[in-house]
């Protein structure tokens, strides 16, 4: 499987960014869908996931700010980020899984990493 992230950019506090992440397995649907972030000096943490059966699951960091979805038709997940803050700047990276876990390292596949710098 391989995915590809997109979306990312500069943006100012408050203000909404939607990141995209592109499936290339046909079997998209099978897989659980999660996005994470990094920022400097700190460890990679989750952000949210959308398991197969469409439930979610979302930090609290960003919680009633950020909405995860996917379209299976698509084979695509995204991340509605609205009202960012200075905080939300990291490198944000899609991945996927066939398990129900919430650990990076049990992750198999892993998008290359959008850049989302939160600043005025």
């Known amino acids: 499987v391989q995915l590809q992230a997109s979306g990312g950019g500069w943006v100012q506090p408050g203000g909404s960014l939607r990141l995209s992440c592109a499936a290339s397995?046909?079997?998209?649907?099978?897989?659980?869908m999660a996005w994470f972030r990094q920022a400097p000096g700190k460890e990679r943490e989750i952000v949210s996931v959308?398991?197969?059966?469409?439930?979610?699951y979302t930090a609290n960091s960003v919680k009633g700010r950020f909405t995860i979805s996917r379209d299976n038709t698509k084979n695509t997940v995204y991340l509605q980020m609205n009202n960012v803050k200075s905080e939300d700047t990291a490198v944000y990276y899609c991945?996927?899984?066939?398990?129900?876990?919430?650990?990076?390292?049990?992750?198999?596949?892993w998008g290359q990493g959008t850049q989302v710098t939160v600043s005025s």
């Open positions: 991945a996927s899984t066939r398990d129900w876990t919430f650990e990076a390292s049990e992750y198999d596949y």
């Open positions: 397995e046909g079997t998209f649907s099978r897989y659980h």
């Open positions: 959308i398991w197969s059966t469409g439930t979610t």
